[in-house]
């Protein structure tokens, strides 16, 4: 009889595993952060210590048994406060794949990888894939904060499209200098987050910050009042750390882009430390524009592939081939 249990035994082990992906510490997955050391949200998540684990969560975010980012999620607006990985690298192409969810948000005992969302299931704990219909026609996007486009391969890209690494994003948004702003830190990174092993490595933290009443679907999704992106790399053919920051309202209005900011100023605007206690430089700033051509329909502002000498250290970024201050894009530092 002990023979015929045995195999049982292990079957039931299969389907009800041990570890856990929504985990109570950031060491589940440190892996994912610059040093091992999660970043400073000024009363969410401070000293490594999330202060109401109650309500925000900590997903090791899991797909195909492999963990790829880590998202730290608020259950009360149905947002994520931030996603955070390893960038190692960019592929090509965008998959065609179904929006998912976070089981273990439901039920602790459900199963580690994220499974597609139930249209027929009203989630307790965090957004579902109908929550957003409604709303698209009324201009909002389902919006990654760790993008598809940083994936490094098709397991990693595939796994941004889970529910707790979206929030509500104004259409325009994120369709223009939100999008702008991905592209030119994915080529920034490509081109110069290359480490002493010759190998791409730099790491990114995306964040949302709720707004005070905005809501979707009969005030369940929270939606974000300001997005957030900072990036940190060593360059081994610079011999240095380099780093950046880019905020702005989720909304649309006049600007063609956001501008290239310090880790510092991120903290003192928006009281967010993306990564603390490590090497990045907090006070200067890297332009990753400069190396990635931007188009304007209304203003027809073009950043050239290459610095003109004249305008080396000033506070106009000017085009190789016309240097009048229309064709100038202001740039920080």
Not at 268 to 276: M, Q, R, S, W, Y
Request: charged residues 25%; glycine residues 6%.
């Amino acid at each position: 009889m002990m023979h015929h249990l045995m195999p049982l035994a292990a079957l039931l082990l299969s389907i009800n595993p041990t570890e856990t992906k929504v985990v109570t510490s950031v060491e589940d997955c440190e892996e994912f952060f610059l040093d091992q050391t999660p970043p400073k949200i000024t009363g969410i998540l401070e000293g490594g210590k999330i202060l109401d684990q109650n309500r925000y969560k900590l997903i090791c975010q899991t797909f195909e048994n492999t963990t790829t980012f880590v998202t730290l999620y608020d259950t009360h607006n149905k947002i994520p406060v931030f996603s955070a990985a390893k960038f190692r690298g960019s592929a090509a192409g965008r998959p065609s794949h179904p929006w998912m969810i976070e089981p273990q948000l439901e039920d602790p005992t459900d199963v580690d990888n994220m499974r597609q969302a139930d249209k027929n299931i009203n989630y307790k704990h965090q957004a579902g894939d109908t929550d957003y219909d409604p709303y698209n026609q009324q201009g909002f996007d389902r919006g990654h904060l760790f993008p598809n486009s940083y994936g490094s391969n098709p397991t990693e890209k595939s796994s941004t499209f889970t529910l707790t690494n979206a929030v509500p994003q104004n259409k325009r948004f994120s369709r223009g200098k939100w999008k702008k702003m991905e592209l030119c830190v994915k080529t920034f990174l490509d081109e110069n987050c290359i480490n002493n092993n010759n190998r791409k490595e730099g790491f990114v933290v995306i964040g949302a910050k709720p707004s005070d009443s905005s809501l979707l679907n009969n005030n369940k999704i929270n939606i974000p009042s300001v997005l957030w992106s900072a990036f940190c790399c060593y360059s081994r053919s610079q011999n240095k750390w380099l780093a950046g920051a880019h905020w702005g309202n989720n909304r649309d209005d006049d600007l063609n882009y956001l501008e290239t900011k310090t880790l510092g100023a991120l903290y003192t605007t928006l009281g967010i430390e993306a990564f603390p206690g490590t090497r990045c430089p907090k006070d200067l700033t890297t332009q990753v524009y400069s190396k990635c051509a931007l188009k304007s329909k209304k203003r027809k502002v073009i950043v050239s592939h290459k610095v003109p000498r004249k305008c080396v250290g000033k506070k106009k970024y000017c085009g190789a081939k016309k240097r009048n201050s229309k064709h100038c894009v202001r740039m920080k530092g």
